[in-house]
């Protein structure tokens, strides 16, 4: 019986799928180590101060490129403890009135958001959390790539910090006018006063300025961002003052 012949075939399939499984592996470990990394960096800054954003870089970044144009921005880190009150309750009236209930995306407001873009146009529903996480870490314009991205962010800071720290953290790097970033410095530059010593109205001005910071002045305000002013003071009474903030942990 004649012994059968066997043809060696180079099939390239088998050292592809592995090329593919080693890509896939080294992809994954490269993604443990980001999300490890960024929990590490979530964890220091629970506590630490938050020395810079995403956003004052780019500030930064464009006042070296174009000194004439742009200015640098100033920031200074302030403690819970030395910033008002007023401010605090002032930013949740104005932004985001479900904040200590919200696990970083506000459920409900995101689908009166998309509503009103099928009626008439796009509606804001980006809430506290999900303004740090913009702030800090990403870029401002509007793409699905981001706004995924924020959402995740979003959660994972609820999960690591409590929620006096990321309202902390916001008002420290909320941006109050042009390249002007934190209570400190819009409370001593447009106001002239300590961040702890703001008062109910002016805490209420700085918050309505938050939508268009760059373009809004706090001492000569237009009729419109006045009457944003009077409806936060109304929020601000509705949901029962300083109280409020004693849900936050």
Known sequence: MPAREYELTNDPEPRRGGILRAILKKVVQFLLIVVTFFFVLLLIFRWAPIPTSAFIFHQNYLAKQNP???EPAA???LDWE???PQLAIAVIAAE???FPVHWGVDTIELKKALASKRRKGPRGASTITQQVAKNLFLW??????RKALEAAISVSLEIVWPKKRILEVYINIAQF????FGAKEASERLFDVKANRLS???AAMLAAVL???AISNVNDPRPSLRQRQQWILKQMKQLGGLNYLKQLQ
Do not use: C, N, V
């Open 177 to 180: 006018g042009d390249a002007i």
């Open 68 to 70: 004439d144009k742009h």
């Open 82 to 84: 030395d910033i008002s």
């Open 200 to 202: 109910r109205e002016q």
């Open 140 to 145: 401002g314009g509007r793409s699905y790539t």
């Open 75 to 77: 920031y200074q880190w």
């Open 211 to 213: 939508p268009k910071p």
């Open 96 to 98: 985001d009135q479900r």
